[in-house]
């Protein structure tokens, strides 16, 4: 009885298990089925952001019918003016899957993405940049005495490249700094960045990089930053993005320092269309530092236990030109900005900034871009705005 009543158990646990998994199985694919007729009613009634939302969630639940589902989504992609993403997608259709009105769409667009979908070659894109630091003397809290205030102004220049071969990117960068001290001298600080990139599917993607930075000023020099995180469109409307970053400086004034950083952002397109489009971005920068002591008895810089900033942007896309703006609040020292391309390393706390810039291809294979960024920074006891102009070249070889 003991076995049979076993055997009988077992059985039911069978056939309860199976009746939950078809039930499941039944579940998700009425939602991607559903989802896939929200697309294409969106489709039919030109509202291609939420088109494209739909059909990016059907494929994301497994739907049977992907061929069909990727083509309205390339389709609706490429009337936002997202032609890299639609290409993607494009690549991935079989169509034998495909009815006779979709083929003949499948091959207009095939036509229309031809550049995107035969660049499957190696792509080298370039930018040099070119930028000046300027201390607002006369807002410091000390510049009417004259002592110990900064010099008015340093210059920065370098190199940006990135080399693209299908789903990977290798970057390559570096940077020379020249910036005022307090004692009437300049310090050099030269920067180096590897990096690598590695796009999985159509929403996920991961990097790492590695960063070496040469100062003049000892107390500065790093033996390595090191960096990784990832970048997932939860739909393509919405994109987070999360950083690390682990800097050691081994020389510094009082005694060997590590800093944890950790950034995070969430981008919204709250607008998309074919000839324009608008985005607002989150972010948040926390940093930890480690140290034996925390006061630098020449320059007066106190180092905190946490730093922590928050930011908002706003950025407007229209044809080939972007406009952008943005602020932030809070506390920042020696952090990485820019995905790495910008290292604050230097004795000095930052409180708040804002930015503002432009962006524009007045050709598909060469750009040019220009910023302006205005932040509070506290300096050997001095109070000052920095003021930063930033331009730069874009082109593909």
């Not at 509202?47 to 083509?71: K, M, P, T, V």
């Not at 936002?80 to 997608?89: I, K």
């Amino acid at each position: 009885m003991l076995g049979w009543s076993n055997s009988k158990n077992g059985l039911l646990f069978l056939i309860f298990s199976t009746a939950v998994s078809s039930f499941v199985q039944a579940s998700d694919t009425w939602k991607s089925d559903s989802l896939f007729l929200m697309g294409y009613q969106s489709f039919i009634n030109h509202q291609y952001a939420q088109c494209a939302d739909n059909f990016f969630s059907s494929i994301e639940n497994g739907i049977a019918q992907e061929s069909r589902a990727r083509l309205y989504l390339a389709s609706c992609q490429t009337k936002l003016g997202s032609r890299g993403p639609a290409a993607y997608h494009l690549a991935q259709i079989n169509e034998d899957d495909l009815n006779n009105r979709e083929k003949g769409e499948y091959r207009r667009l095939s036509t229309l993405l031809k550049s995107q979908l035969d660049e499957t070659g190696l792509q080298a894109w370039l930018t040099p940049f070119f930028g000046v630091l300027m201390y607002d003397t006369k807002s410091t809290s000390l510049a009417a005495t004259k002592t110990n205030a900064p010099i008015s102004a340093g210059v920065f220049y370098g190199l940006q490249s990135s080399f693209i071969k299908d789903s990977w990117i290798i970057s390559m960068g570096g940077q020379v700094m020249s910036f005022p001290q307090t004692d009437g001298t300049n310090s050099t600080q030269i920067t180096g960045l590897l990096g690598v990139d590695k796009q999985l599917g159509s929403s996920f993607s991961l990097w790492a990089k590695g960063i070496y930075i040469y100062s003049s000023n000892t107390s500065l020099q790093s033996e390595v930053i090191g960096g990784t995180g990832f970048q997932w469109y939860w739909s393509p409307a919405v994109k987070v993005k999360v950083d690390y970053f682990y800097s050691s400086y081994p020389y510094f004034s009082f005694g060997p320092m590590t800093l944890s950083q950790i950034s995070g952002s969430l981008t919204w397109n709250f607008v998309q269309s074919e000839k324009e489009s608008w985005s607002l971005e989150l972010g948040s920068q926390s940093i930890l530092p480690r140290a034996p002591a925390t006061d630098d008895s020449i320059t007066g810089f106190s180092l905190r236990q946490f730093y922590q900033r928050t930011s908002l942007g706003l950025e407007m896309k229209k044809g080939l030109f972007s406009l952008s703006a943005g602020g932030w609040l809070g506390t920042e020292a020696f952090g990485v900005r820019g995905g790495g391309y910008s290292i604050y390393a230097a004795l000095e706390e930052h409180r708040y900034g804002w930015n503002a810039g432009f962006k524009a291809f007045p050709e598909k294979n060469w750009g040019i871009q220009f910023l302006f960024l205005q932040e509070k920074v506290y300096v050997s006891r001095l109070e000052s705005m920095t003021n930063t102009i930033y331009g730069s070249l874009i082109f593909k070889l």
